[in-house]
């Protein structure tokens, strides 16, 4: 089964996939772990007023653009995951904050352009509020394997790496605490969705690095002394359990 999206959007056109679920290739790759590991939303190089345009952005792109996109709808339709548009209540239609009566102009991925092209029917209205997030697709994308740089620049656009990166490196460990906290049951009940929605399978993380191991290693302890209540004055001092290890060695 192959995909090829082409569109004047250099995201779409970047999106390309063979074989769904195995082989994946894109223009836009997320950027290489060197230095110290970075903690997504905690770390003092993450400014959350630079990163706000960026995800907004991947908003826009991924309901005006991605979920009229068929190698999206088709990733969406095999890990069991509703577009906005598809959802039976309130569906969100485009990034646009237009009434029932008040279609959006036409263009090449506006709404009344997918009506016409039968991706959604005919007597859809528009909905009065725009609200959507991108948690959930993200977190579905992790959890089935789904989130190599191609498939993500195919759902969030050029802006992905800098809009949905930080929250992709945090469900990432997100995943990873939670195949440590729990059994496989639990962990796939706590990634099903309301609506049918279950995740159809769970499989290990991708691409995982060194230094994401570590990142993922120190946020650990450091939950494992706040189950402890092993902070403020009362916090381990890594330093010092370092010397003492190395001491002991």
């Given at each position: 089964?192959?995909?090829?999206?082409?569109?004047?959007?250099?995201?779409?056109?970047?999106f390309e996939y063979a074989q769904v679920g195995h082989a994946f290739a894109g223009h836009q790759s997320a950027p290489p772990l060197n230095g110290p590991p970075f903690q997504p939303f905690q770390d003092t190089q993450f400014d959350i007023f630079e990163w706000y345009p960026k995800f907004q952005s991947c908003l826009r792109y991924f309901l005006d653009h991605a979920q009229y996109s068929g190698p999206i709808q088709a990733v969406a339709a095999f890990v069991n995951i509703q577009l906005p548009f598809q959802k039976a209540h309130n569906p969100v239609l485009s990034?646009?904050?237009t009434g029932p009566n008040s279609p959006a102009g036409p263009g090449p991925s506006t709404p009344s352009t997918a009506r016409a092209a039968g991706k959604m029917p005919i007597n859809a209205q528009l909905p009065s509020s725009t609200h959507a997030t991108l948690t959930?697709?993200?977190r579905r994308l992790v959890a089935t394997g789904f989130d190599y740089p191609a498939v993500l620049h195919g759902f969030f656009g050029d802006d992905w790496v800098g809009g949905i990166g930080p929250m992709h490196e945090a469900e990432r460990r997100n995943y990873m605490f939670a195949a440590k906290s729990d059994t496989w049951l639990k962990v796939k009940s706590h990634y099903d969705m309301d609506g049918e929605q279950q995740v159809p399978f769970l499989r290990p993380l991708s691409n995982v690095t060194e230094t994401e191991i570590q990142s993922a290693e120190t946020q650990w302890s450091e939950w494992l002394a706040m189950q402890d209540w092993m902070l403020g004055p009362r916090a381990p001092d890594q330093e010092q359990e370092v010397r003492i290890k190395q001491e002991d060695d």
């Open positions: 089964m192959a995909f090829h999206h082409s569109s004047g959007s250099s995201a779409a056109s970047g990034s646009k904050h959930p697709y993200i």
